[in-house]
């Protein structure tokens, strides 16, 4: 187990183990793709529009961030959209309808992600329901409470100072004029530097991937495992929490119809970011770095004025390309 353990830690978090090429290549389609675009168009590296490309990342890049925790287990979340959907909403009942303040807002929005995935834990760990169909089941009734709670229409947080501060303002230009990095981005930072902290120096990080390695090997050495998969997928949660927050910020509502298919989005950065599907290998930074390339992909195709509908053909091939990789990279492991 300790050998597990061990082995984890080099493949976590933002260092650069086994998961090196992998980061290595991510980053290098990045970089190619900036280029690129740069080339095709010279208002890609406008200052407005690196600013945008960052804002997009944050609330996908926030998702992945979560999503990449479950996916190392060897399971998957297909709820995370409508999950910060609901969240968003919850948000908008603290702070509009009973009119309590901010703090509770953010509290009840976190806390509400990290009920949720606890109960899709659940699901999977005590029920043992495939994690695939247990989250759809999660998705569905989410979309739903979501519409029945909002009564299908959009609340807004017009009364509540503040609250467009967490994703629009800067904390950073305020102090740095000449760097105004939206609050939402830092966010994201943070979020992602506090999972790769977990994932590499907690208890909780090792268990991640040695659940991911080989979870029976695991339930053998004593470990309750159902408890820690649990805790995994309600810590995944709260994470989508700190995404509705960040989406209703930027938006300045809570839109009930909003969240389906920001999943694909955000399984699509953690693939393409290194992740393995299987389980037991992923880092952080390759997360972050896949949310960005799907960022200036979509970017990028909206300046050149692609279609939307081949942007959505794009980001399917991109993500099966992503998908075969990951297999190519396991058979030579193999």
């Known amino acids: 187990m300790s050998t597990t353990a061990e082995t984890s830690r ?39 529009n690196i600013i945008a490309i960052l804002q997009a990342t944050a609330v996908n890049g926030v998702l992945a961030v979560g ?10 979340d297909l709820s995370v959209g409508t999950l910060m959907t609901f969240c968003a909403v919850i948000t908008g009942v603290v702070l509009t309808y009973w009119g309590l303040p901010l703090p509770l807002g953010i509290v009840a929005a976190i806390g509400t992600g990290a009920l ?12 043992k329901i495939p994690p695939f169909i247990a989250t759809l089941g999660m998705m569905l009734m989410l979309k739903g409470l979501s519409l029945v709670i909002s009564g299908t229409k ?49 208890v909780l990080g090792r268990y991640t991937f040695a659940l991911g390695s080989n979870e029976e090997s695991v339930r ?21 929490g700190i995404a509705g927050l960040l ?31 299987s389980g037991g290998r992923g880092t952080i930074l390759g997360t972050l770095i896949g949310a960005l390339i799907m960022a200036v992909l979509t970017n990028g195709l909206r300046i050149l004025s692609v279609a939307q509908e081949w942007q ?23």
């Open 247 to 277: 989406i209703a910020s930027r938006l300045n509502s809570a839109q009930p119809a909003l969240g389906q298919g920001y999943e694909l989005e955000a399984i699509a950065a953690v693939v393409i970011g290194g992740t393995s599907l």
């Open 154 to 202: 959009p609340i807004y947080f017009n009364d509540t100072p503040g609250f467009t501060e967490i994703s629009r303002g800067s904390l950073i230009g305020a102090v740095l004029p000449s760097l105004p990095l939206p609050n939402g981005v830092l966010i994201l930072f943070l979020t992602a530097f506090a999972a790769s902290y977990i994932l590499e120096r907690t």
């Open 67 to 76: 999503v990449t925790l479950v996916i190392i287990t060897g399971g998957i």
């Open 220 to 240: 053998l050495s004593g470990v309750n495992v159902d408890a820690w998969k649990m805790g995994i997928y309600a810590l995944s949660g709260g994470i989508c």
């Open 10 to 48: 080099a493949k976590s978090g933002f260092s650069l183990g086994a998961g090196a090429y992998q980061k290595l290549l991510a980053f290098a389609s990045l970089v190619l793709l900036l280029i690129g675009f740069s080339l095709a168009s010279p208002n890609f590296m406008q200052t407005a």
């Open 116 to 127: 949720c995935g606890l109960t899709s834990g659940f699901f999977v760990a005590k029920m």
């Open 312 to 334: 959505t053909v794009v980001t399917g091939a991109i993500i099966i390309m992503a998908v075969y990789a990951d297999m190519m990279r396991r058979r030579k492991m193999g």
